[in-house]
């Protein structure tokens, strides 16, 4: 046994404690409770154990404090819960990530999902803390491979940037995500899988993402049965993963898959707190919470490295000004949309290209890069333009030369913008050129 392991170990067992404060239930309001008695001890967060008669102990977290009692929020029914039943504060769990994690899927606290023990780090790390300060860090990095040609020249990546990938269910969001931690040039992917439905867990470990993908990968998953403060310490908890390898100064990739799930989950908890709700029923500080979440990806500081991070969200009906849509879009570097109408012909990724943007151009990419980029832009929108005439057979071919250029070019981009790409950057912007070529001569 090394002694990392040892060390690792007995930290572990240096945090179990057998003496706990105990309050009593003074309230019962539907999913949460009122406990009195505590008000000394507990602190908001703080996770109490209530042991009611006849029933197995119920887990919760310290959402609102007034007076001499506590709001309790129990994960899972309050039925069976009396007054006067015990109500223990139980210690914090230690969240300490650790390099033995890769490979690995947790829960929120830290606990191990796949069946195999696992032991903490040495060094606990909060899920709450600042970003490093905005004077200290360094702008956005290098370009990155991507694994598809459309994100390695129209849509680039770059080390530090904050992507949004917005879209509906059912095309191929999750596809996509697990195809960027498997290609994405990063020395750890840290997946938060948020509100995922428990069957999808095990089929996105073991088949989409696969064994490559798994191998320099830590997933972190909170269920949809799992209570809205948990689902909601799950993109916390994933962030503070990515946070603990970018300190030791490696590239990770950070994908939460959703961040609509992480809003829902914070409307529910805030909502038992008290807050009162508002557009379109969240409360005021979902934007905040975003915004918070999402500062701290992004380039480190010093010898750090970087978290590039991309954010998955879920789009009613392709509503892009939906409130969570709205709040993420204005906090990040750059937005993916996916289209259903896209995704319905066969097209995978089925990116719409014309509504998507990085900010990381035109600095990502050299002058001759940026003109190829500009002029496959042109082409794709010309045709958008004229589509409906085309379709109706209203268009007569000649009558406008751009319109005849991008529409024997549409075949040819159409392909480009479904080719994965193994070769990298390079190889990627030499077909978008021979596309557009190819369209041009025919």
């Known amino acids: 046994m090394t002694l990392d392991l040892i060390t690792r170990a007995t930290a572990a067992l240096s945090a179990n404690r057998g003496v706990f404060p105990l309050g009593r239930v003074v309230a019962v309001d539907g999913a949460t409770i009122g406990v009195g008695g505590l008000t000394d001890s507990a602190r908001l967060g703080d996770r109490l154990q209530i042991r009611a008669t006849g029933l197995n102990p119920l887990r919760g977290e310290v959402v609102a404090m007034a007076g001499d009692q506590l709001r309790v929020l129990v994960e899972g029914r309050a039925d069976g819960i009396a007054l006067g039943d ?35 780090g040495t060094g606990p790390r909060g899920l709450r803390v600042p970003p490093p300060p905005p004077q200290t860090r360094r702008g956005l990095g290098a370009r990155m491979a991507t694994g598809y040609a ?7 990546l770059v080390r530090g940037q904050r992507v949004g990938l917005f879209a509906g269910s059912g095309i191929g969001k999750s ?19 948020v509100g995922e439905r428990g069957r999808e867990l095990r089929h996105f470990v073991e088949d989409v993402l696969g064994p490559a993908g798994m191998a320099r990968a830590v997933v972190v998953a909170a269920t949809s049965d799992r209570a809205p403060q948990e689902r909601r310490r799950c993109a916390l908890a994933a962030t503070a993963v990515a946070e603990y390898f970018r300190d030791q100064g490696k590239q990770v990739l950070l994908l939460v898959d959703s961040v609509t799930r992480f809003a829902e989950a914070h409307r529910e908890v805030t909502v038992a707190a008290g807050e009162a709700a508002g557009l379109r029923g969240f409360p005021a500080s979902t934007g905040p919470e975003i915004a918070a979440l999402c500062e701290r990806a992004g380039p480190g500081a010093g010898g750090q490295g970087d978290i590039t991070a991309i954010y998955a969200v879920l789009v009613a009906g392709s509503d892009m000004d939906e409130p969570v849509a709205d709040m993420l879009r204005g906090v990040l570097d750059g937005h993916v949309i996916l289209d259903r109408r896209i995704a319905e012909r066969g097209r995978f990724p089925a990116v719409d290209l014309l509504r998507s943007v990085s900010r990381s151009l035109p600095a990502a990419a050299a002058a001759p890069e940026n003109q190829l980029i500009a002029e496959a832009r042109r082409s794709l929108g010309a045709f958008d ?53 190819g369209g041009a001569q025919s």
């Open 86 to 120: 015990r109500a223990l504060l139980m210690p914090q769990p230690v969240f300490a990530p650790h390099a033995s994690w890769i490979g690995r899927v947790i829960d929120p606290d830290g606990c191990p999902l796949d069946g195999r023990p696992l032991l903490p």
């Open 150 to 156: 459309v994100f390695n020249t129209l849509l680039p």
């Open 175 to 193: 596809t996509l995500l697990a195809g960027l931690a498997r290609g994405v040039e990063a020395d750890v992917i840290v997946i938060g899988l």
């Open 385 to 437: 333009r004229a589509e409906l005439m085309i379709e109706a057979g209203l268009y007569v071919q000649g009558s406008n030369p751009e319109i005849d250029l991008a529409i024997a070019r549409q075949p040819l981009l159409e392909k480009f913008l479904a080719r994965s790409e193994h070769g990298g950057v390079a190889d990627s912007f030499l077909a978008l050129r021979l596309a557009l070529q």
